[in-house]
C-alpha cells in the first residue's frame, strides 16, 4: 500500500491539475477543467467493465482514447491503434471476464485522472481468477472521459 500512496503522490504532482490548485490560481483562458469527483472516475472502471460484459470488443475499444497505449495482462504486446486494441480485446473475452476492484486509489487533474490499485478478474467460460495491479489514467476529450492509457499486471507474488 505504501507503493501505491507514493505512486498517487507522484501522479497528482505530474498532473499538475487544477482541481488541486491553490486558492486563488485559476486556470488559464485555454484550461477549461472538466469538473468530476472520485466516485465519477471509479465509475469509469464499471463503465469498462460492463463493456466487457457485452462481449464485443469494438465496445471494449470505446473507452479508449484515439491516442492511447494498453499494456495488458495476457499480452507481451503494447497495443496503440483501435485496431489493436479490439484485437486484444478479441482474445480476451472469449473466456468472458468480469472485474472487481479490490483497492484503488483516485487522483484528478485538470482534465485527467489516474485510478490505480488492485483488481481481481474471474473468467466465467473456465472458472479462473487472476489478481492483478492496474492503473487507468483518463482524459476529457470530446465530452468524455476516455482512457488515455492503461497498464494491467497480475501480481508477481501469488
Known amino acids: 500500500m505504501k507503493r501505491l500512496t507514493l505512486l498517487a503522490a507522484a501522479l497528482t504532482l505530474a498532473l499538475g491539475g487544477c482541481a488541486t490548485a491553490p486558492s486563488g490560481s485559476a486556470p488559464t483562458q485555454a484550461q477549461n477543467c472538466q469538473p468530476t469527483n472520485e466516485q465519477e472516475i471509479a465509475a469509469l472502471f464499471d463503465r469498462w467493465n460492463a463493456s466487457l460484459q457485452t462481449g464485443d470488443p469494438k465496445k471494449v475499444a470505446a473507452n479508449y482514447s484515439s491516442r492511447t497505449l494498453l499494456l495488458p495482462t495476457v499480452s507481451n504486446r503494447p497495443r496503440q491503434t483501435a485496431a489493436e486494441i479490439e484485437d486484444y480485446f478479441v482474445y480476451f473475452l472469449k473466456d468472458q471476464p468480469s ?3 479490490v483497492s484503488r486509489m483516485i487522483s ?34 470530446d465530452g468524455q472521459w476516455l482512457i488515455s492509457s492503461h497498464h494491467s499486471s497480475a501480481l508477481p507474488e501469488q
Open 99 to 101: 472485474g472487481t476492484v
Open 108 to 141: 484528478i487533474g485538470c482534465n485527467t485522472a489516474v485510478d490505480t490499485g488492485l483488481y481481481n478478474f474471474t473468467f466465467a467460460k473456465t472458472g479462473k481468477s487472476v489478481a492483478a495491479r492496474y492503473t487507468y489514467t483518463y482524459e476529457w476529450k
